[in-house]
């Protein structure tokens, strides 16, 4: 579609030669927010790092498929390529930003550094206090004297959304921004996310785990399994009317489907890691609809109506039954 | 009644003199089997009352007492430091970047049963299957892991002391539901089988509602209110817990 800012076509990414992603595609149109969710070691942060050009730091590179933006292929560019597109183009929080600040530089130093180097046209100071004030920092200008192991985990956090919108990018890639926040701070931070799309026309990619999260904020939804994405669309269907058994699984396992005391419904078996994943569907050995099929093919991700596509070879049960009690 | 295990009298803490306190008035009683939550605003004092709790900083007034006494007097290998441990809210900056996540919990056991090398790894190894980490993953340094990955080794570690009550610092915040459902099963099955008592901090207030039968809410260092969880998040009485309640995300998916 040409009217997307973002692209991600049947993404490959190797570590040390080991396959980490594969067949990774999604799309995010401009003014869009896509969630981007799956279980942990997934490939949610392998694929925000991809994005932002951070792979060669870990020793990775892309093996397949190509990343677009704004029509500009990303995927190839050198290291000068990236710098022009990271910060201005693309802001990135990264995951455990409670540790991604220069531990010895205090909150001004970084965001100065930033703002310079990002926003040459900015008056400096006001644009710093501008920055913690958008972020719902309180006392900012206390905040800009202090090192970072003087705040709480979600003032940091804070500040390092702050440090990724220094340069008005026109797509924000955050990987669980709001983990240290609570839920008052957290619903001002995406609401603050929500401003900037209607004011700048911001896009954002979010990863979280946060189901709730991803039906309140996003038009779209990435549900990420093994390595790659496993259905794909729109956001109200695929969280209340899910066509992958994983998604249906991962709904059932939310503790607000449980009272206290009651244990929590869990899927079996353990998630697919990177070296280990099974042939055929990454998923079969844990779902309970596979079949000789699942375990020889690996499904692709096809459309299954206008609304979103899937990977699986067909699955006519209802969410319920998807969560296989243990 | 059994024994307390945990005890904070009117304690107040403080990071530099001429700072402002970073939590006042708290009181806190904590026996074999309890489950206490801690909720509240980002920056109101719950990570530093969880310091307090654990002997990492001392009460600038009132008092910390664990199993009667004070932390002050409690060396570096007393026993006692055993029996209270910590999930930290940062799994990554209290992960030692040499050591794999089995090595980081086989220290622990190491040190504290004098376990031989190969016993201690073993078991190690048991304990991260516990929380769902085994296979290759699990010889792996903290750089190679996941977000998620690396808060269940946080949480081994912690486990693997076999303590007796169990700060826990935002120990799911970085884990998918799926996950999540099995650290919060584990800690629910300790609970009932060792007594582990719990102290949970935590913005997640199902999470809270499910695992904890008190809670405490934290406002600007201050507790502003405490009771029954349930109660509390069916019938808060602080504007500040009715406004956390409200922001709760995804009421439009409500219960399944
Ligand atoms: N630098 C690395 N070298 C080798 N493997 C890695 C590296 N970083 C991550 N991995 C592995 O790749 C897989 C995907 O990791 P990734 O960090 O993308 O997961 P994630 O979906 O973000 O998970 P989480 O929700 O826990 O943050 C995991 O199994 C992880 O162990
Ligand atoms: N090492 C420190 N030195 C000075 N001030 C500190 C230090 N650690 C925390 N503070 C301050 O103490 C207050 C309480 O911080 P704390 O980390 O306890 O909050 P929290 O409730 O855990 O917040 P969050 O939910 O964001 O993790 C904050 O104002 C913070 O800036
Ligand atoms: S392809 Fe088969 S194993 Fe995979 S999710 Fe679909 S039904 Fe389950
Ligand atoms: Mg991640
Ligand atoms: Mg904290």
New binding site residues.
């Given amino acids: 579609m040409s009217s997307d800012l973002l692209t991600i076509t049947g993404l490959g990414v190797e570590i040390a030669g080991l396959p980490v992603l594969s067949e990774v595609s999604l799309a995010l149109p401009s003014h869009g927010v896509l969630g981007l969710v799956g279980e942990t070691g997934s490939g949610k942060s392998l694929t925000c790092r991809a994005l932002m050009g951070l792979l060669p730091r870990i020793g990775g590179k892309v093996s397949d498929g190509s990343i677009t933006f704004d029509g500009t292929t990303l995927t190839g560019l050198d290291e000068s390529g990236w710098a022009r597109v990271r910060g201005r183009q693309i802001g990135f929080v990264p995951q455990a930003s409670l540790n991604a600040l220069d531990p010895v530089m205090t909150v001004g130093e970084q965001l100065r550094e930033a703002v310079s180097h990002l926003d040459s046209g900015a008056e400096v100071k006001a644009r710093c206090l501008e920055l913690l004030e958008l972020v719902r920092l309180p006392q900012p200008q206390e905040v800009l004297r202090?090192y970072p192991?003087?705040?709480?985990?979600?003032?940091r956090q804070r500040v390092m959304i702050a440090l990724a919108l220094a340069g008005r990018p026109r797509l924000l890639v955050a990987d669980e921004p709001t983990t240290?926040?609570?839920v008052t701070v957290q619903k001002a931070i995406l609401e603050v996310f929500a401003d900037l799309r209607t004011s700048t026309g911001m896009s954002l990619l979010l990863v979280t785990h946060d189901l709730g999260v991803v039906v309140d904020v996003a038009d779209s939804v990435a549900v990420m399994y093994g390595g790659t994405v496993v259905e794909f669309g729109s956001a109200r269907e695929v969280m209340t009317n899910p066509s992958h058994p994983y998604t249906a699984a991962l709904l059932g396992a939310r503790p607000a489907t449980r009272t206290l005391g009651e244990r929590l419904t869990t899927i079996p078996g353990v998630p697919a890691v990177p070296g280990q994943w099974p042939d055929g569907c990454r998923f079969a050995p844990r779902c309970a609809f596979a079949r000789d099929e699942c375990r020889a093919v690996q499904p692709a991700l096809l459309a299954v109506d206008e609304h979103r596509a899937r990977a699986c070879h067909g699955w006519l049960g209802t969410s319920e039954e998807a969560v296989v009690h243990v | 009644m059994s024994e307390v295990l945990l005890e904070v009298v009117d304690a107040e803490f403080r990071?530099?003199r001429g700072?402002p306190p970073?939590?006042t008035g708290i009181n806190l009683q904590v026996r074999p089997g309890d489950s206490v939550g801690i909720v509240?605003?980002?920056?109101?004092?719950?990570?530093?009352?969880g310091r307090g709790l654990v002997g990492s900083l001392f009460p600038s007034s009132g008092s910390v007492l664990v199993q009667g006494r004070g932390w002050k007097g409690v060396r570096r290998r007393d026993p006692v430091r055993r029996i209270v441990q910590m999930v930290f809210?940062d799994p990554y900056a209290s992960l030692n970047p040499m050591l794999s996540a089995q090595a980081t919990v086989a220290e622990v056991i190491r040190v504290w049963d004098g376990a031989k090398p190969s016993v201690a790894a073993s078991r190690a190894e048991q304990v991260l299957a516990e929380v769902g980490l085994t296979g290759e993953v699990i010889r792996r340094r903290p750089a190679l892991l996941s977000g998620g990955q690396r808060q269940r080794v946080g949480i081994a570690r912690a486990l693997a002391c076999e303590p007796q009550v169990l700060v826990a610092?935002e120990p799911t915040s970085a884990l998918d539901v799926s996950v999540q459902a099995n650290v919060l099963n584990l800690l629910l099955d300790l609970k009932a089988s060792r007594g582990l008592a719990l102290v949970l901090?935590s913005?997640d207030l199902s999470v809270v509602d499910y695992l904890t039968d008190r809670a405490l809410v934290?406002l600007n260092?201050e507790v502003v209110e405490h009771g029954d969880t349930h109660t509390l998040l069916q019938n808060p009485s602080h504007e500040y817990t009715k406004t956390l309640i409200s922001s709760i995300p995804g009421s439009s998916l409500a219960n399944a």
Avoid: N
């Fill in positions: 202090r192991h003087e705040l709480s985990g979600g003032m240290a926040l609570d | 990071y530099a700072l970073a939590a509240g605003e980002s920056g109101s004092g719950k990570t530093t009352v809210q610092d901090i913005h934290m260092g």
